[in-house]
């Protein structure tokens, strides 16, 4: 079993700061790419940023100058450094993880936390 659990959402006013961690945990062999997505009300959900193993790093247009993914690979953890929020901002972030377990270690999936709630309103 896999899990992956996210924190650090809440609500907050426009141009203020959050950080948000995810957790990877269970019979993981490795992993690979991590990253970060958002569903807002009636939205599909759409990528945020991602980060490799290596720390290679991509990210959404909208998110660019003020968000910052990064990792640490001895925790199997992922972060997003969030910077001068905005209303659109406001969403469910979704942690992903594209990985093997142990039972089949050459076998890559994505999992998915369950999100956390971010708001940002004044």
Do not use: H
């Not at 924190?7 to 961690?21: C, N, W």
């Not at 910052?68 to 969030?82: E, F, H, P």
Request: charged letters at 15%; a neutral charge; glycine letters at 10%.
């Amino acid at each position: 079993q896999v899990q992956l659990v996210e924190s650090g959402g809440g609500l907050v006013q426009p141009g203020a700061s959050l950080r948000l961690s995810c957790a990877a945990s269970g019979s993981i062999f490795s992993i690979n790419a991590m990253g970060w997505y958002s569903q807002a009300p009636e939205k599909e959900r759409e990528l945020v940023a991602t980060i490799t193993s290596g720390g290679a790093t991509t990210y959404a247009d909208s998110v660019k100058g003020r968000f910052t993914i990064s990792r640490d690979n001895a925790k199997n953890t992922v972060y997003l450094q969030m910077n001068s929020l905005k209303p659109e901002d406001t969403a469910v972030y979704y942690c992903n993880a594209d990985l093997a377990t142990l039972r089949q270690p050459y076998y890559n999936l994505a999992y998915w936390g369950k999100g956390t709630l971010v708001t940002v309103s004044s």
